[in-house]
């Protein structure tokens, strides 16, 4: 996988999420460098890579194997592991299948659908899949930039597109390719069995503007997970990393120094 890195000392091992890539991490590979090996990967199929091959299927399953790959060939685990939105989830499944590959791990607006213990099958409501089902089809069909604003909008807070910086639409416009087959891979629901398999120490952060689908998640695995606890970034919404980037950077480094070898 493409990647970054900055700084020496333990790893901290930064994972993107939908529409993004190693770029999203900017903020924290400045500000945490200087105490630790910053890394941010992109994962397969986000710029800058090529169009994907028929060998390489969009699975959110697949990264998260090839996170662990990834922390093999560059031979400095175990890592402190970072994941924001679909990138939480994948660094969740990170975890659970490779607990030797990390010494804690950091989930931001953790992405995917909590199958609460007794209720019916988790999944997103039909709402949001017909929102997500037209946010294709004005990619596909040319007006890129009404589709993300459509998407990153309902995933943030109204508005938020148009506020963003240049760097940021241009990063989401890159990966704008990755959306459709995003769709058709969902990511697993959350359960209170899987969730008792991450040992490690877990820190989950929301933001205090969230969307309560975020809220939710971090509610329901800092409840099962064995050591988990919960931080919110205020007067911050799902890209709270980038909205208060000081305040982020403090609960990485607080949680991964208090946490190291």
């Known amino acids: 996988m493409p990647y970054v890195e900055r700084?020496?000392?333990?790893?901290?091992l930064f994972i993107h999420g939908s529409l993004c890539d190693y770029r999203y991490w900017q903020p924290q590979m400045s500000g945490l460098s200087e105490h630790y090996r910053c890394v941010s990967v992109s994962l397969t199929h986000y710029w800058p890579a090529a169009a994907p091959t028929p060998d390489q299927p969009f699975s959110w399953s697949r990264h998260a194997d090839e996170i662990a790959q990834f922390i093999d060939a560059l031979g400095a685990g175990p890592a402190h592991v970072i994941g924001h939105s679909r990138g939480g989830s994948v660094a969740y499944h990170f975890a659970r299948r490779y607990p030797d590959h990390l010494q804690s791990l950091m989930l931001a607006d953790p992405g995917g659908p909590v199958q609460m213990p007794g209720q019916s099958l988790a999944k997103l409501p039909e709402t949001v899949n017909a929102l997500r089902a037209r946010a294709v089809q004005l990619i596909e069909s040319g007006d890129v930039n009404g589709g993300l604003?459509?998407?990153?909008?309902?995933?943030?807070?109204?508005?938020?597109?148009?506020?963003?910086?240049?760097?940021?639409?241009?990063m989401a416009t890159d990966n704008a390719h990755t959306l459709g087959p995003q769709f058709l891979d969902p990511l697993a629901a959350y359960t209170r069995e899987e969730a008792a398999e991450v040992t490690c120490p877990v820190l989950l952060i929301d933001g205090e503007l969230s969307p309560q689908m975020f809220q939710r998640a971090a509610a329901a695995l800092e409840e099962w997970m064995p050591d988990a606890r919960r931080a919110t970034v205020e007067g911050a919404s799902h890209g709270m990393n980038l909205a208060r980037p000081g305040a982020f950077n403090d609960l990485v480094d607080h949680f991964a120094s208090g946490h190291g070898r």
């Open 7 to 12: 700084g020496e000392g333990e790893l901290l």
């Open 149 to 170: 604003e459509l998407f990153v909008d309902s995933v943030s807070r109204p508005g938020f597109w148009g506020k963003s910086t240049q760097s940021f639409r241009q």
